[in-house]
Each structure stands twice: as structure tokens, then as C-alpha cells.
């Protein structure tokens, strides 16, 4: 549940979703669910030219499954905290 | 023909006595949307039909064409969206991705036998390459009733909770992640040296090189030793009773 939880404390920040096809989605987060299901608001393809017709898309919804990265915003990613979650979660605690 | 197998669309020619989707024994059909139109990559429109919701899957059935329709479960979904009528003249619309998890070089499952996914590739299967070209993983559904859309979305991010990947394939909550090395043991080590203590901290007590892969260990290595030490007795004593140890 780590990054599930870690990712809440992220909604309303941008964020850009590279899926493992390499559609990459720049937006903010709405929301995310426990299979890392996310949804983005007022979004923009980086590789517009590929996807001409999501040129209109405002609001989608990425399959968690299918994403490779979530690219943070720097300043918004409290590093230390991650490193402790990450110890915690992986001695099982 | 259009190859919409390549892109995680299956065929749906047969129906029931009634018109609707052939379901599976325990498959339920949970909503059903009327006036659908189908669009398949850039422009291959399969005029109107009905869109049919099941737990699993979507079925979609042409209204003019007894033996024309399509399905697809929903973990071959990647993202859905409501692409709206903005600067571009084309209609309110569900956009679609699939992703059928086919590895042709990381791309959509374009062509076969792995040409670059850019599309650029130069290399042979050129013909198989402008047919695929023509055929991104892309769907469109069209209602006639623009208010339909949000329904319509709704349906769709239902659907991809509904149909989680299962972890049968996958050993545990680490599988399929992926991360640096060095980065991970450097992590560690800080966190060794931030008082974080724990499992980690005492099996790398004060080597934090310790689990790194050191190319000049290992049997090839011991044996050159082993080699070494064997040569070097050898030499000292030549009236050694002869027995190397251990080799």
C-alpha cells in the first residue's frame, strides 16, 4: 500500500504519467486507487504529433498496470520521508 | 480486413436470439449503451452500434451488420478519456488506448518481428510496417448523445477497478519494479548512517560494498589463488610429498 498512500499525498500537484507503451501524460493528479489506477486532470501529451487525437482530451483515466513512471514534481517530494516509508515497508513493518 | 486482433480487439461475429452479445456461462452484462459509433485507429469508422458492459469485457455490436462486432476485456485498456469537441472538428468522444502487452520493441505491438517502435525503422517489412503504421491501438466511441459521455467514462474507469491484474504472474508486491543498484545500496547505506538500523544495517556492518557484485571474486578467482598457492609450494619444496591441498 506504500505507493498508494504516497501518492495521495500528491493529488492536485502535476504529474507526468509514462505508460509502458511510451504515451507520455502530463497533468494534475485527481486521483489514484489502491491498484495505482490514476486520474489526471487538464492533461497534455507530450508526444502530441504521435496521438493527434488526443489533442482534445481534457481528463483521462491510466490503467495501473500499464505505467512505467510517474515523474514528480521536485519540490514536492520529501525524500527522507519516502527513505523511512520505504525501509518500513520493506522489513515488512 | 482490418487486423483488429493485432491491437487486443477480438471479434464478436455471433449473437444471441435476441441480438445481444454471445456471453460467457457466468459472464452478466451490466449496462448497455445504445447509438455508439465505433472508430479503430486513425479512421476506420464501423458505423453505429450498441456498446455492451460486462464485468470483464466490452462487447460492441454493429446495428447494420448482423456479423460485425468487437470485444475486448478490460486489462487490455491502458487509458480511456473524454476527448471533447474543442479546436478539432471531430465529435465528443470516448478515446481509448489498448495495450495488449505485445513486445515489439516496446510500441504498440505494431508489426511483427520487432521493428523500432519510433516507426522510423528502415529495415526490412516495410509493407507490414505502412499496414500497421495505419493501425495505432487506438479506439474511438462515439454516442449519439453527447450526455452519454460521462456515463460512458464512468463505465470504463468501473471497469478497469472491476479488472485488476492478478498476481499470478508476478511473485510479490516486488516484481516488476525496477530500480538502480547502486542507487538502492547507496539508499541503504545512508540509512545506515541516519540511525535507521534494522536487518539491513547489520549485515552490511561496516562494508556497505559488501553485496555488490565484484567482478574479480569468484570461482574463476579462487581458483587462480588456489593455482597460485599450489605454484608457490611447489617451488618452495620440491620434496614435498606432493599433495596439492585441496584442488
Known sequence: ?93 | MLDAESIGLLPASERDAQGGPLLDEDEALLQQFERVQLVIGAAADQGEGTLFITEGRIIWLSAAQQDLGYSCDFPTIAMHAVATDAESSQRPCLYLQLDNGCDDGGAFGLGSGGSASSGNSASGSEDSEEEADDLLPELRLIPAEESQLEALFQAFCEGAERNPDTSDEEEGEGAGFFYNQDEALAGAAQGMALGGGGDVEELLGEDPSRFEDDEEEGEEAEEEQAATVEVQQQQAGSNASGHPNGC
Do not use: W
Open chain 1, 1 to 93: 500500500m506504500l505507493f498508494y498512500s504516497y501518492f495521495k499525498t500528491l493529488v492536485g500537484k502535476e504529474v507526468t504519467v509514462e505508460l509502458k507503451n511510451d504515451l507520455a501524460i502530463t497533468g494534475t493528479l485527481h486521483s489514484v486507487d489502491q491498484y495505482l489506477n490514476i486520474k489526471l486532470n487538464s492533461i497534455r501529451v507530450v508526444n502530441e504529433q504521435k496521438y493527434p487525437h488526443m489533442l482534445s482530451v481534457r481528463n483521462c483515466f491510466v490503467r495501473g498496470s500499464v505505467v512505467r513512471y510517474v515523474q514528480l514534481p521536485p519540490g514536492s517530494v520529501d525524500v527522507e520521508l519516502l527513505h523511512d516509508a520505504t525501509r518500513r515497508e520493506a522489513r515488512g513493518g
